[in-house]
């Protein structure tokens, strides 16, 4: 089946420090790749859209020079979390898709992000 | 607006045991129904779906049926094994954009 990988799995970085999640689709192109946030006990939100090659559509509320979105090939999406504080610590999912929209989604298995 | 809700867990039960796992939603127009397992250490599979009102959604012994009447999707299992124990979300599809409930971790005991 279509797999996500997303690396690192987990860290922790320092408050005013950047840090960037990446998001693979190991066997499939992925045309257009979704980045969730969840947070303990709460439902993953969507934060953006991203199709490869154009600028993430992100979602009401989500700061978009905060989290920047990059989806240089159809196969790896990344997400950079700058100038990252301790509210920003979450668990960060993202998925794929190789259609148009998000009905065939893949998802990867987060990354848990710790800010100190 | 769209949103799902969830019975909140963690729910434990012996192997063999009935499950059910509560669903109800609101949403405008007609979505669709899903419901995604993740085992530890995974990202989320989609476990069974369902497009319109009545249908049932079936994988792996799981059922779940569209009660448009109730706004329910309810989760059932007559007999739970142990590799069941994961986190399960329902969700909804509507307007191009999945709404997730927030989970419920299940833990199946020999």
């Known amino acids: 089946g279509a797999v996500v990988s997303q690396h690192p799995s987990w860290v922790i970085c320092k408050s005013g420090t950047s840090v960037k999640i990446e998001c693979r689709s190991l066997?499939?192109?992925?045309?257009?790749m979704f980045w969730y946030r969840q947070f303990p006990k709460q439902s993953l939100m969507l934060m953006a859209t991203?199709?490869?090659?154009?600028?993430?559509?992100?979602e009401q509320g989500v700061e978009k020079d905060k989290f920047l979105i990059n989806h240089a090939s159809l196969t790896l999406s990344t997400l950079t979390v700058t100038s990252a504080h301790p509210e920003d610590s979450s668990f960060y999912i993202c998925s794929a898709s190789p259609g148009l929209g998000p009905y065939e989604q893949y998802f990867g298995p987060g990354t848990r992000l710790t800010v100190t | 607006g769209n949103s799902v809700t969830q019975m909140e867990g963690p729910v434990t039960l012996s192997e063999e045991a009935f499950l059910t796992i509560n669903c109800t939603y609101t949403?405008?127009?007609?979505?669709?129904l899903f419901w995604y397992v993740q085992y530890p250490g995974e990202g989320l599979q989609l476990l069974l779906k369902a497009t319109k009102a009545d249908d049932k959604g079936s994988n792996k012994g799981f059922e779940a049926t569209y009660r448009k009447e109730t706004t329910s999707f309810h989760l059932e299992k007559g007999s739970v094994q142990v590799s069941d124990s994961a986190v399960y979300f329902c969700a909804l599809l509507t307007g191009n954009q999945f709404y997730f409930g927030t989970g419920t971790s299940l833990t199946v005991i020999p």
């Open positions: 949403a405008t127009g007609y979505p669709s």
């Open positions: 991203s199709n490869e090659g154009s600028k993430a559509t992100y």
């Open positions: 066997d499939f192109q992925a045309t257009t």
